[in-house]
T-cell receptor, first 116, second 116 residues
């Protein structure tokens, strides 16, 4: 069974500072990993996904994440935070291809606040 | 840009009442999902639906819940007799391919259900 742990329910950074949102996963098979973002009053939007190709994945809005098997981590980073990055961020895991229509398992989410 | 739409955005109901949450998935998508998020907790999978039948459901999705695609465009979640613990944000999602193939899920903005 897959699971995801997001460290820190709330992260606050200054505008222009590095953003680091942590995600650790547990999976019995090499997983697919995802980061979703939820802006206020909107649905969940895919930021990026890892599907066993390159371990460093680039997503939208300047975000990227690195899959580290040895650390079972998939942390999300952005070099310089913008005010518009303030949102809720969700890490999610699913089994890899050919596992059928198996649901995504989400973490509890991390709320990112950006201070001017 | 195509999007998943959900109605209502917020519903308040009395315990024991029936509630129907509606979703219009993206038109060429084949897989449909309901997730929910109780305030402060994880986004949890409820059910997936493909080819006019449930393909997978979680233990949360008991006999009080049902899903239907009545007319080829809408996808509904019915809760027959609501309980206080059903209060949550309910997210509908759709994808062109199943999640096991790392298909991107497109989420709606959510329907907030408050049970009094």
């Amino acid at each position: 069974a897959q699971s995801v742990t997001q460290l820190g329910s709330h992260v606050s950074v200054s505008e222009g500072a590095l953003v680091l949102l942590r995600c650790n996963y547990s999976s019995s098979v090499p997983p697919y990993l995802f980061w979703y973002v939820q802006y206020p009053n909107q649905g969940l939007q895919l930021l990026l996904k890892y599907t066993s190709a390159a371990t460093l994945v680039k997503g939208i809005n300047g975000f990227e994440a690195e899959f580290k098997k040895s650390e079972t981590s998939f942390h999300l980073t952005k070099p310089s935070a913008h005010m518009s990055d303030a949102a809720e961020y969700f890490c999610a895991v699913s089994p890899p291809r050919n596992s059928g229509n198996t649901p995504l398992v989400f973490g509890k989410g991390t709320r990112l606040s950006v201070i001017a | 840009e195509p999007e998943v739409t959900q109605t209502p955005s917020h519903q308040v109901t009395q315990m024991g009442q029936e509630v129907i949450l509606r979703c219009v998935p993206i038109s060429n998508h084949l897989y449909f999902y309901w997730y929910r998020q109780i305030l402060g907790q994880k986004v949890e999978f409820l059910v997936s639906f493909y080819n006019n039948e449930i393909s997978e459901k979680s233990e949360i999705f008991d006999d009080q819940f049902s899903v239907e695609r009545p007319d080829g465009s809408n996808f509904t979640l019915k809760i027959r007799s609501t309980k206080l613990e059903d209060s949550a944000m309910y997210f509908c999602a759709s994808s062109e391919s199943g999640q096991g193939f790392a298909g991107e899920l497109f989420f709606g903005e959510g329907s907030r259900l408050t049970v009094l």
